[in-house]
Each structure stands twice: as structure tokens, then as C-alpha cells.
Nanobody, 120 residues
Framework: VQLVESGGGSVQIGGSLRLSCLVS?????????VGWFRRASGKEREGVAA???????AYADSVKGRFTISKDNAKNTLYLQMHSLKPEDTAMYYC???????????????WGQGTQVTVS
């Protein structure tokens, strides 16, 4: 399984970014949970948003109403649309996957290399 993120960058406060994660080697027809973690400098890893094979979603309280997770099964791509970005959203964002939400949340088995988001 390979997860390759893209779309990070620098943005002004209040701006928007869309992250993408191309997933290969993982059969979307099976049960899965994919989503985004982030790690800011000096802080613990945080689960940001996840989406399951049934389309159910979950978000961290810190991003509810500002971030939207979605997936395009035909393109094997996961997205994270981020609006109203704040300095505290600055972090390395990682795409991650596992077979269930619980496994994903506790520590997914598959990770991308990360993409940096900087808000200033």
C-alpha cells in the first residue's frame, strides 16, 4: 500500500488549501478507513479527519466546520478541503489508512510521507 500526499504549501490566515492523497495497492471495495493526521512542531499527533468505506466521516473538534474530507473511489484519491485556516493549523499532514476507524485512530498501519501546511 502506498499513500502519496500533495497539495500542501503556505497560505495566509483565513485562506484555503486542498490536500490530496493518492492511494495505491489498497482495495477500496473492502472495508477501510482512510484519513488525515497532523503533527505540529512540539505537539502530539492529532487525528484530523477520517472517512470510512461506508462514507461515514469523523472530524477533530478543532477543524469541524472548516475542513471537509472526501474521496473519489474512481481516482483512488482522498481529499482534505481546508477553509478558514488558522496559524494553529500549521503542521505536517499525513494521509493514513487501515481497515477500521478504531485501528486508524489508534495508529494506522499505512502512512504517507506527509505534506507541510504553513499558515501565517
Amino acid at each position: 500500500v502506498q499513500l502519496v500526499e500533495s497539495g500542501g504549501g503556505s497560505v495566509q490566515i483565513g485562506g484555503s488549501l486542498r490536500l490530496s492523497c493518492l492511494v495505491s495497492g489498497y482495495t477500496y471495495s473492502s472495508n477501510y478507513c482512510v484519513g488525515w493526521f497532523r503533527r505540529a512542531s512540539g505537539k502530539e499527533r492529532e487525528g484530523v479527519a477520517a472517512i470510512g468505506s461506508d462514507g461515514s466521516t469523523a472530524y477533530a473538534d478543532s477543524v469541524k466546520g472548516r475542513f471537509t474530507i472526501s474521496k473519489d473511489n474512481a481516482k483512488n484519491t482522498l481529499y482534505l478541503q481546508m477553509h478558514s485556516l488558522k496559524p494553529e493549523d500549521t503542521a505536517m499532514y499525513y494521509c493514513a489508512a487501515d481497515s477500521t476507524f478504531v485501528r486508524w485512530y489508534r495508529g494506522p498501519g499505512y502512512w504517507g510521507q506527509g505534506t507541510q501546511v504553513t499558515v501565517s
